[in-house]
């Protein structure tokens, strides 16, 4: 379990990073966070559902963390794109919104912490999952009202470079 919960874990979600700098390169940054939180949420309620067996853990923790690892590599592109480039703030802006960004990951754990002691683990993980597809999808219904924002920033940033 340690090799699990350590090195690979670690693995696993370094690769998602990579694989989310290629995904961020193609598609909105915004919809790329959600749709990988959705991954995420995928990952954790098929593990109510698999067996409870050592294997069909290892490829739910794995899973879960590879989309995590997508995640965090789309919220830090995301963050960048929204303070955009020559911004005399832009240490203090990356700061407020990495600090703002733990605020939903210390209510979900105390969700995910009720409901684990309501309801087990089977609990837990349709609390963690489901919150995650009630949230995004939320998310997406007003990425697509209100727009997502920089469809193309390297078409921009290379413009703005000649003026």
Not at 41 to 63: E, R
Not at 116 to 143: E, H, R, W
Not at 144 to 153: H, K, N
């Amino acid at each position: 379990m340690t090799a699990l919960n350590g090195p690979l874990v670690a693995t696993v979600c370094s690769v998602g990073c990579l694989v989310g700098i290629w995904v961020c390169g193609r598609y909105p940054r915004r919809t790329v966070y959600v749709v990988a939180g959705f991954g995420g949420a995928a990952a954790a309620l098929s593990m109510i559902w698999m067996p409870h067996t050592l294997v069909f853990f290892v490829i739910g923790v794995l899973g879960y963390n590879f989309f995590q690892g997508i995640n965090y590599t789309a919220f830090t592109a995301f963050e960048y794109e929204i303070v955009g480039p020559g911004n005399p703030l832009a240490a203090t802006q990356i700061a407020l919104l990495t600090a703002a960004s733990n605020a939903p990951i210390s209510y979900m754990t105390r969700i995910d912490g009720h409901f684990y002691g309501k309801l087990g683990l089977a609990g837990m993980l349709a609390a963690d999952g489901l919150s995650s597809i009630v949230v995004g999808t939320i998310l997406l219904l007003v990425f697509w009202r209100i727009g997502t924002g920089r469809e193309r920033p390297d078409v921009l940033l290379a413009g703005e470079a000649q003026a």
